[in-house]
T-cell receptor
Framework: AQSVSQHNHHVILSEAASLELGCNYSYGGTVNLFWYVQYPGQHLQLLLKYFSGDPLVKGIKGFEAEFIKSKFSFNLRKPSVQWSDTAEYFCAVISYSSASKIIFGSGTRLSIRP | DTAVSQTPKYLVTQMGNDKSIKCEQNLGHDTMYWYKQDSKKFLKIMFSYNNKELIINETVPNRFSPKSPDKAHLNLHINSLELGDSAVYFC?????????????FGQGTRLTVV
């Protein structure tokens, strides 16, 4: 079955620490990949996206993600987190063969200690 | 201007009632979605419409009935509300096509059934 896995359920870091959140998917074929962020009490906002080309994509607020096709992974990274990065992070996938169906991972809660 | 707008933002109602949530997008997209986010933040797709036609119905109870009067609107009507329907419901839209598809989300409707 098609799925998206985020292995880190809750990550707690101190400010200035480096961040990497894992995301793996099980779709075959061509996919588009996304990371969304949901700040407390708010809606989902797009952090970054991969459609094609350079597998290392840069997003807003200093986030980046690397698409590794051989590993079916799209991990999110940030070299130095801030307290304001406290939020829920969702990886999402849409495959060309199942258009109209964006599937989300279960989310990773990121808590930053000031 | 809000790209994807939902009303109401909060909805508190008693079990057994019927309620509707409205969604409108002004992005010119041809695909709209309803997602349910439970208390554990898990996002599950409920419905997807493309140009007013139902594309995806993900094993949602038939008490939930989406209606799309035109491609800019996708409303969600819920009959005989149950306690388990309490959640945050997100509307989203995207432009269908081969790739380059990202979803834009509304602010969410927090439904509380008492």
């Amino acid at each position: 079955a098609q799925s998206v896995s985020q292995h880190n359920h809750h990550v707690i870091l101190s400010e200035a620490a480096s961040l990497e959140l894992g995301c793996n998917y099980s779709y075959g074929g061509t996919v588009n990949l996304f990371w969304y962020v949901q700040y407390p009490g708010q809606h989902l906002q797009l952090l970054l996206k991969y459609f094609s080309g350079d597998p290392l994509v840069k997003g807003i607020k200093g986030f980046e993600a690397e698409f590794i096709k051989s590993k079916f992974s799209f991990n999110l990274r940030k070299p130095s987190v801030q307290w304001s990065d406290t939020a829920e992070y969702f990886c999402a996938v849409i495959s060309y063969s199942s258009a109209s169906k964006i599937i989300f991972g279960s989310g990773t809660r990121l808590s930053i200690r000031p | 201007d809000t790209a994807v707008s939902q009303t109401p933002k909060y909805l508190v109602t008693q079990m057994g009632n019927d309620k509707s949530i409205k969604c409108e997008q002004n992005l010119g997209h041809d695909t709209m979605y309803w997602y349910k986010q439970d208390s554990k933040k898990f996002l599950k797709i409920m419905f997807s419409y493309n140009n007013k036609e139902l594309i995806i119905n993900e094993t949602v109870p038939n008490r939930f009935s989406p209606k799309s009067p035109d491609k800019a609107h996708l409303n969600l009507h819920i009959n005989s509300l149950e306690l388990g329907d309490s959640a945050v419901y997100f509307c989203a839209s995207s432009q269908e096509g081969q790739g380059n598809t990202e979803a834009f989300f509304g602010q969410g409707t927090r439904l509380t059934v008492v």
